[in-house]
């Protein structure tokens, strides 16, 4: 029986967002012979929904970056209408609610760089054209990014166009901030975000820091009303119009190599596929190690930049179906970002270091932007942290499930006590997941969701600049977290949009040098 | 914008670059493999195991339980209530079939470890008395385990757990029982367990002995149905019985055949009992006379199945009153079923083209999973004739 063709231009490792979006970017350069083979048995990776006893509950979003209103599009928003790929959008009521009991703080703040500078203004007057004249610093920054990621020009041509974007590039958030001279209070409600890539201030590249804060704070952020699920199941079907073959419950084991080219891969199943070009959603850790066949084909150099590198966090999340509206259980907002001890990043990352007590925490109450996400009567709530994997990496099969209810039951003791909110006698359906979870559904290496960190010695900037020197094998791309613009569903697309522009352009290299030749034969 | 003075400014670029740059010649050069997440992801879910057949005995005079030693000494951890799948090699078919695991957890970390599964005699669930039949002492078989949600979860549940059990729905009480004996499961369990008569009763030993050890946390409670001789309680099931045997803001945990979770369910909203305070298991899907809404006229017609794996195509017959997941196991074309109850969706399917009825029981589908024709295989019946696609296995 013969399940694949006997060729593919383009076999893509994994069906989430990024290997979705490479797709669809690919399609529309007109290169449609294209493999997709996803491990799980639904799109999406991360950005998917589960389902208990008839209620449907998000695995992962808390909100989708780089969408925009209908009116004022973001990038990833831009694509999706381009694809025609048709998202039922639902914003998020507001950008964050910011608790710090220690210092009495707690701030909601709204999407609107005004709106939220004069939200900042009323508790800290005087201080609000300060913080609009930060926020639009970011904002010129996250507009230079967004150019210059798919505009190379000259250095020249940089300083003379983004200069806002050339000077802060070489800087840490912190020290970025710092030049503004806020009072500490201020300082601490501008930096709930840095969760959202996982790194502390002091070393978060400010050019990220500022596209984050530009991006949610300019447009807001949006949930699909249909779950993230809805987001890839869209992806796919119109992957699948445009030609692409999608295959469910294939895990990659091998990528073949032969004198430095791909030739193709091999699934678990045993079923060996051709192909010119791979786009890998799986990690290069794992890629450099275990999957390119025979492992004599990966440079020396491949290995030592998996080395270097330092992988980011990854998730400890409690997912819970309440079975009261939020109204009546004193939900109020829809996501709340609390620091019970302390909003030192450096101070947090440490604790992150651990498998807890956590005391720096998101809570979503996915209702409060989707109303009808879960039966009437109910709501679903999430309490999350993004810690290391370091704290995981020994943990023993006998002790994993008391260990999950004990990291649970202490998220679950730090946000009640931080918010007053009684959650643990109001459980109809819980499960937490922690890197093991990732790891299972969707194989990320040592259950991964940020790639690498977001560092200032692994800047994006830098990793723009050294795509050549970090590229190793002929056809071979990566889109994922570990890719280039890192963590999240909003770069993830992104992701996948450059490697397919990396496939792009090579077969129009190719194509352009075989007609150089052609044309000096005859 | 002035952050240290225009050129150290400038340079920034240049400088995070060098700075990669150092952090990517001081990665060591040796190849670093190991992924521990990934190794305890699959220490606990590691899908198909191939077992030996290493105890089989009468658990009642119509029933009888097997032990399962696994042939690489591993069985993954795992909670009471949760079941094993069957991968059966019948013919040309392979069939997935799920069972409750009767066994305790404990037992499956003993030195020499196994898990154990107990089956009703003559049940049409599978082909009947398929186990009986084949698996004596050194019989080889392929499974794979630990799934479902049906287990206590301190978080959610309360500690007091009332168990109601139907038939060969008491495996799961039975698991937790010797895990409460053991001393490893800190609750206090009532078993409500209805049967027609006492013969019928399965791992009515296992269940007594455990009671015996530990008598202020186990409390049993048989009821007959049509037993004349019995002196306990008769009947069913009923919301008297259940009250009279309920502790205080019990957690009710219901396993037991599709009609008496019909009952059960009704009686549980006639007490009050709220939701989260009662769970029930993942039955497979009644026989269509028993589901709600079943077009009634299809029964007895047969469609035509056109099956998409990859490029391939196939086409098979399927009757209007089997799921799709039957038809497709009859003609011999894998499918991996779990719950066969419409509930854990791995058996997730793409309807490309026909009409399909899903059954309402326990329909686990996601909403967009709806909107764009995907269902379960196992708990979705042919209108029309049918082309859908499926995971290649």
Redesign the interface.
């Known amino acids: ?5 006997d060729h593919y231009d383009v076999v893509i490792i994994g069906g989430a967002l990024a290997g979705l979006s490479a797709a669809l970017q690919l399609q529309q350069k007109g290169i449609t012979d294209i493999l997709i083979l996803e491990k799980h ?2 799109p999406g990776g991360l950005a998917t ?6 209620i ?1 509950i998000e695995a992962t979003l808390h909100e989708m970056m780089s969408i925009g209103s209908k009116e004022d599009r973001l990038k990833v928003g831009v694509f999706f209408d381009e694809c025609g790929v048709d998202i039922d959008w639902l914003k998020v009521p507001e950008a964050y609610r910011f608790v710090e009991p220690k210092k009495g703080i707690d701030i909601t703040l709204h999407a609107g760089f005004e709106t939220m500078a004069n939200e900042i203004d009323a508790k800290y007057p005087g201080w609000g054209p300060k913080v609009l004249e930060f926020m639009q ?1 970011c904002n010129t920054v996250y507009d230079s990014m967004n150019i210059l990621s798919v505009t190379p020009m000259s ?1 020249v041509q940089m ?1 003379l166009k983004h ?2 974007f ?6 840490t958030a912190t ?2 901030i710092d ?1 503004f001279g806020f009072p500490q209070d201020i300082v601490d409600i501008l930096s709930p975000y840095w969760i959202y890539v996982g790194n502390p201030l002091s070393t978060l ?1 400010f050019t990220i820091y500022a596209f984050l804060m530009a991006d949610y704070f300019r447009g807001g952020s949006y949930v699909p009303k ?2 993230s ?2 987001m890839s ?2 992806l796919q ?1 119109k992957a699948e119009e445009n030609g692409a ?1 999608i ?4 895990e990659v084991e091998k990528i073949l190599v032969k004198d430095g080219k791909v030739t193709g891969v091999r699934t678990k ?1 045993g ?1 060996v596929i051709n192909c010119d070009y791979v786009i890998s959603g799986a990690y290069p ?2 890629v ?3 999957m390119i066949e025979p ?1 004599s084909e ?1 440079p ?2 491949a ?7 330092r992988l980011s966090v990854t998730t400890a999340s409690v997912m819970m179906v309440l ?1 009261d509206t939020p109204e009546n259980l004193g939900i109020k907002d829809y996501n709340i970002f609390s620091a019970g001890e302390t909003m030192d990043t450096d101070e947090i990352w440490k604790q992150n270091q651990t498998t807890g007590p956590y005391k720096y925490l998101t809570s979503i109450c996915l209702d409060l932007a989707n109303p009808g996400a879960t039966p009437e009567g ?1 709501c679903q709530f999430s309490i999350t942290n993004l810690p290391l ?1 370091k704290g ?4 023993k ?2 002790d ?2 008391d260990f999950k ?1 004990k990291m ?2 202490e998220m ?1 003791a730090e946000y009640e006590r931080v918010s007053g909110v009684n959650i ?1 006698d ?5 499960e937490v997941s922690t ?6 559904y969707v ?1 990320a ?3 991964s969701i940020y790639g690498f960190s977001h560092s ?4 994006a ?3 723009l ?2 795509k050549e020197q970090d590229h190793f094998i002929d056809g071979l791309e990566f889109a994922g977290a570990h890719a280039i613009s890192g963590n999240g569903m909003g770069p993830a697309v992104t992701n996948g949009r450059a490697a397919a522009k990396a496939v792009i352009d090579d077969v129009a290299n190719k194509k352009a040098a075989a007609e150089k030749a052609a044309a000096k034969k005859a | ?4 003075g ?1 050129l ?10 060098k ?15 190991k ?4 190794a ?6 590691p899908g198909k195991q191939d077992f030996v057949v290493t105890e089989v005995r009468e658990a009642s005079p119509t029933s009888t339980t097997y032990r399962f030693s696994p042939k690489n000494g591993h069985v ?2 795992f ?1 009471c209530g949760q079941y094993v799948n069957f991968y059966l090699t019948i013919g040309q078919s392979v069939l997935t079939r799920a069972y409750s695991i009767s066994s305790a957890p404990y037992e499956a ?1 003993l030195a020499d470890p196994y898990f154990e599964i107990t089956v009703r005699h003559n049940v049409p669930y599978l082909v009947p008395d398929w186990f009986l039949e084949n698996l004596k002492v050194g019989a080889e078989i392929t499974a794979a385990l630990p799934f479902g ?1 049906f287990y206590y ?4 549940d309360s500690r007091n757990i009332v168990g109601l059990a139907g038939g060969s729905g008491i495996t799961p009480f039975a698991s937790m029982a010797k895990e409460i004996a053991h001393g490893t499961l800190d609750v206090n369990l009532t078993v409500i367990y209805g049967s027609v008569k006492h013969t019928d009763i399965v791992c009515g030993d296992e269940l007594q002995a455990a009671a015996d050890a530990c008598p202020d946390k186990i409390r049993l409670v048989h009821v007959m149905s049509e037993d004349e001789e019995w002196d306990g309680e008769k009947g069913f099931v009923t919301r008297e019985i259940i009250e009279k045997y309920s502790p205080e803001d019990p957690s009710y945990f219901f396993c037991g055949p599709p009609v008496m979770y019909f009952m059960i369910e009704k009686t549980m909203k006639a007490i009050g009992v ?3 305070r009662f ?1 029930h298991d993942a039955a497979a899907q009644p026989k269509v006379t028993l589901i709600p809404s079943f077009p009634e006229d299809q029964i007895g017609k047969e469609y035509q199945l056109t099956v998409v ?4 195509e196939d086409v098979i017959p399927a009757k209007a009153d089997e799921p799709v997941a039957v038809a497709l196991e009859r003609a011999g074309i894998p499918i ?1 079923t779990h719950c066969r109850g419409g ?1 854990c ?2 058996c ?1 399917s793409q309807l490309l083209a026909g009409d399909i009825f899903v059954s309402p029981v ?8 709806k ?2 024709g995907w269902f379960h295989a196992c708990s979705a019946y042919p209108v029309s004739d049918l082309r859908i696609k499926i ?3």
């Open positions: 029986m013969k399940f694949y063709k048995n639904l929904s589960y389902v208990r006893n008839g449907e610093l250095k300083l200069p806002e050339v000077k802060t590039a070489g800087y020290e970025v030049t590249p249909k779950y699920h809805e199941m869209k079907r073959q295959e469910f419950c294939q199943r079923d850790n794992k450099y190690t275990q492992l990966v020396a150099g290995v030592k930049m998996v080395n270097g590198r079975d109910m994997v995981f990496l020994e943990l099969e006998e994993y499930y209810r649970a039951s679950i643990r109001h459980i109809v359906e819980i890197p093991v979870t990732i790891a299972h194989g290496w040592k259950g200032i010695d692994d800047h900037v830098a990793r600049q050294m | 914008m002035k952050v240290k225009f150290k400014d400038v340079g920034g670029a240049s400088r995070v670059t700075m990669r740059q150092e952090l990517i010649a001081n990665g060591s050069p040796v190849p670093d493999p992924d521990p997440i990934r305890l992801a699959d220490a606990l879910h993954p951890v909670q970390r949600q979860e301190p978080l959610r709220p939701r989260r769970r794996r990859g490029i391939h991996d509930k969706g791995y997730r326990n329909d686990g589908r996601r909403a967009m999973d909107e764009f995971p290649i296995m």
